[in-house]
């Protein structure tokens, strides 16, 4: 059973679609993240979410928006892409909340998102 | 062998030898720092973690060493395989919510 999942492991799609990318955990964990890995294999928090409740939100486009419906489910969706956000985006889950269940910390295998 | 530096380095090591990777953190008041490897195509998995109150830990083939004086972070690993082959990170993990990711270090292991 996969513990973080996160759908399509691929996406190639033309500037100015919207995309979504969702996540799933069956870990029973509280939080959730969103990451973003570029070409040089640099992570970065882009948001988190406890209990469905918005608790991180970096210095994102407006174009990116989260959504958890639940708090085994976050899902990310962008508007009018760029070039730019060709990337790798992970998801990630851990119990309680950021900065505590720190080891628990679990990350999905990544949505390869490229825009052309 | 050896790496420093924050531009994904890349180390070579002959199989059998062994690895040292090294990461410099920048927040003085992380407490708890966990590194993980990341195959190709996979998300990173934790490999070990040690505490700011410790200066070593060992795991299975896997030493993290801690000196906070430098801020200075090392991930040694003993007679390195084939399935090491992969990107390492160091995360600090700097108190509420607060957790960063080193840009990595890419392992490659010579049969």
């Known amino acids: 059973d996969t513990a973080v999942s996160q759908t399509p492991k691929y996406l190639v799609t033309q500037m100015g679609n919207d995309k979504s990318i969702k996540c799933e955990q069956n870990l029973g964990h509280d939080t959730m993240y969103w990451y973003k890995q570029d070409s040089k294999k640099f992570l970065k928090i882009m948001f988190s979410y406890n209990n469905k409740e918005l608790i991180i939100n970096e210095t994102v486009p407006n174009r990116f928006s989260p959504k958890s419906p639940d708090k085994a489910h976050l899902n990310l969706h962008i508007n009018s892409l760029e070039l730019g956000d060709s990337a790798v985006y992970f998801c990630a889950s851990s119990q309680g909340l950021p900065g505590q269940g720190r080891r628990s910390y679990t990350f999905g295998s990544g949505t390869r998102l490229t825009v052309v | 062998g050896e790496s420093v530096g924050l531009h994904l380095p890349t180390l070579s090591v002959q199989e059998g030898d062994n690895s040292i990777i090294n990461c410099a953190y920048s927040n003085s008041a992380s407490d708890y720092f966990i590194w993980y490897k990341q195959e190709s195509g996979k998300g990173p998995q934790f490999i070990i973690d040690i505490r700011s109150n410790m200066d070593k830990r060992q795991g299975q083939r896997v030493t993290v060493l801690l000196n906070k004086t430098v801020k200075h972070l090392s991930l040694q690993i003993a007679a390195t395989q084939p399935g090491d082959s992969a990107v390492y990170f160091c995360?600090?993990?700097?108190?509420?919510?607060?957790?960063?990711f080193g840009t990595g270090t890419k392992l490659q292991v010579i049969p």
């Open positions: 995360a600090e993990f700097g108190g509420y919510q607060k957790v960063t």
